[in-house]
């Protein structure tokens, strides 16, 4: 998609900082229209909930190995990629034990924490969920190779569509307020994904030897969330099969875009 990748150079230049910045900013824009279609859609059934999640699933898989694994290997070597997906997976493993949070399928996690509302637990334990899926576009614009980087962008975005009605739908289950509150909530958990895309540019730009063990610690805190979060809140309400479905079909969309734009 030739047109994609000459907007992004007007707007961004070569500078992988604005092009991170664009590329933040698209994954949050799409978070937000997906947080906003409560307005409309105010009760979507648990089964396309627990779809939807699975397709973001899927996307979120197969990215981790086609735009961050493969192709940190290529630049830097196994080993570097292995170190950084243990690393991520640590870290995501840390904060779930050591932030308190709030999943609304299997309720509080981490240390007890009365003085925290659970509007904020809940917030929390997005953020959690969201902050890889912005390292990992931060770090694929600050490989500087936008054919991998422009596949991984707009996956990451249309998956953050359902995501974003999951959130909102789930904070208007748990009794956070009005359907324009939890649409409020489902964008501001989205948010953090933009100043995330631009410490993962950084971090590469800057120290160029990383890049292989960034795009490892993406992949890796990616496939956690996958693992820990996502597939056990989907696979919780017995729809387990219409979720396996949904992983599947964003498995396929992920890989289509990653030939086709590659």
Do not use: C
Not at 18 to 34: E, M, R
Not at 231 to 259: N, Q, R, S, W
């Amino acid at each position: 998609m030739d047109w994609l990748e000459q907007m992004i150079l007007t707007l961004g230049g070569t500078n992988p900082i604005f092009q991170g910045l664009i590329g933040g900013l698209f994954i949050a824009l799409l978070n937000g229209i997906g947080a906003l279609l409560v307005l409309i859609w105010q009760k979507p059934s648990q089964q396309f909930l627990d779809s939807a999640l699975g397709f973001a699933a899927g996307v979120m898989l197969a990215a981790s190995f086609t735009s961050l694994i493969l192709p940190g290997v290529e630049y830097g070597g196994i080993f570097p990629v292995l170190a950084g997906m243990v690393l991520g997976a640590v870290v995501l493993d840390l904060g779930d034990r050591f932030i308190p949070h709030l999943h609304p399928g299997r309720g509080r996690e981490g240390p007890e924490s009365s003085r925290i509302r659970a509007v904020w637990l809940f917030i929390l334990a997005i953020t959690l969920h969201n902050m890889p899926e912005g390292l990992a576009v931060g770090v694929g614009f600050g490989s500087g190779n936008l054919s991998d980087a422009i596949p991984l962008m707009l996956a990451i975005g249309i998956q953050n569509i359902p995501e974003g009605l999951a959130v909102a739908v789930a904070a208007l289950n748990a009794g956070m307020g009005t359907y324009f509150y939890a649409g409020f909530v489902g964008i501001r958990a989205g948010l953090v994904e933009i100043p995330l895309t631009l410490f993962g540019v950084w971090a590469v730009s800057v120290a160029r030897p990383l890049l292989p063990y960034a795009m490892g610690f993406a992949a890796g805190a990616m496939l956690y969330v996958i693992s820990d979060e996502i597939i056990p809140e989907t696979h919780g309400t017995g729809h387990e099969k219409l979720a396996t479905m949904g992983t599947m079909v964003g498995v396929i969309v992920m890989l289509y875009l990653d030939v086709t734009l590659g």
